[in-house]
């Protein structure tokens, strides 16, 4: 008897299956929803005169700057500015974006996308592992932090089910900087301070055969900025590099009245 009870829990044993083996996580680069690697060309469609021109100085319309935002811009000398060796506070991660400029997004490893911009020579880093954190002096484009996102859809009106996000079938990257050196949000000394944090959210979409991009940027600031500083720009992908045109930072953009290359 005891001889059968002995081979019984010996077969038992052998049929109990094995535990599941977990998944292979993905990477971020693996996992992406969306695709926006590549060259990117910016489209100023609006805000010419902030963003191709220098504006005047004290021409900070639209930009929620409290009491000492608006004293610290009225100090803006551009002279002093190269003289000094600051002419990048205008290229920071706080408006690189706004800036007439190529990007060449691509992915530095698994786990870092690196954005590359031609007008100013200015390299970004998003860093998809949050539990780094930046370390050293604040930096000109800050210290990003990105994630994949995609809100939750439901999978029909009486179901209690969602369908969660897919690698490639569409959604945000959210970017949060700090860790910023001070700079600039305009060329016409318009600041920002340390103090500020910049959130990002990047959408792609297709539209009569063109790839865009469309990127939103929240900029807050509580020792310049009365409020949240929104704006959202649009990029045009290219299908090459060849108008890549790296140049280094300028303190004043001249005043053009053709865009530059067929450009921008």
Not at 183 to 204: F, W
Request: glycine share 10%; net charge positive; charged share 20%.
């Amino acid at each position: 008897m005891l001889a059968a009870i002995a081979a019984f829990g010996h077969s038992a044993a052998a049929q109990t299956p094995a535990p599941a083996a977990k998944p292979a996580t993905l990477s971020p680069k693996d996992s992406a929803l969306i695709d926006i690697s590549g060259y990117w060309v910016a489209i100023v469609n609006e805000d010419w005169r902030w963003r191709m021109m220098t504006p005047n100085k004290g021409d900070y319309a639209s930009v929620p700057l409290n009491a000492e935002g608006k004293r610290v811009a009225g100090l803006w000398d551009p002279v002093k500015d190269e003289h000094d060796g600051n002419n990048c506070k205008a290229y920071g991660a706080g408006n690189i974006m706004r800036i007439p400029a190529r990007f060449h997004i691509t992915w530095a490893d698994d786990n870092t996308m690196k954005m590359e911009v031609d007008a100013g020579m200015q390299t970004r880093l998003f860093h998809f592992d949050g539990a780094k954190s930046p370390v050293g002096a604040p930096q000109l484009q800050g210290y990003s932090v990105a994630k994949w996102e995609k809100q939750v859809q439901r999978t029909g009106a009486a179901s209690l089910g969602f369908n969660g996000p897919t690698p490639g079938k569409g959604g945000t990257l959210h970017v949060e900087t700090t860790h910023l050196r001070a700079g600039y949000l305009r060329k016409n000394g318009v600041p920002y301070s340390e103090n500020a944090t910049l959130t990002e959210y990047y959408d792609k979409f297709e539209r009569k055969g063109e790839t865009y991009l469309i990127v939103t940027s929240v900029v807050i600031d509580p020792q310049y900025l009365s409020d949240k500083f929104i704006i959202s720009s649009q990029y045009r992908l290219e299908k090459d590099g060849s108008k890549w045109n790296p140049t280094p930072c300028r303190p004043l953009w001249p005043r053009m009245t053709e865009s530059p290359k067929g450009g921008y």
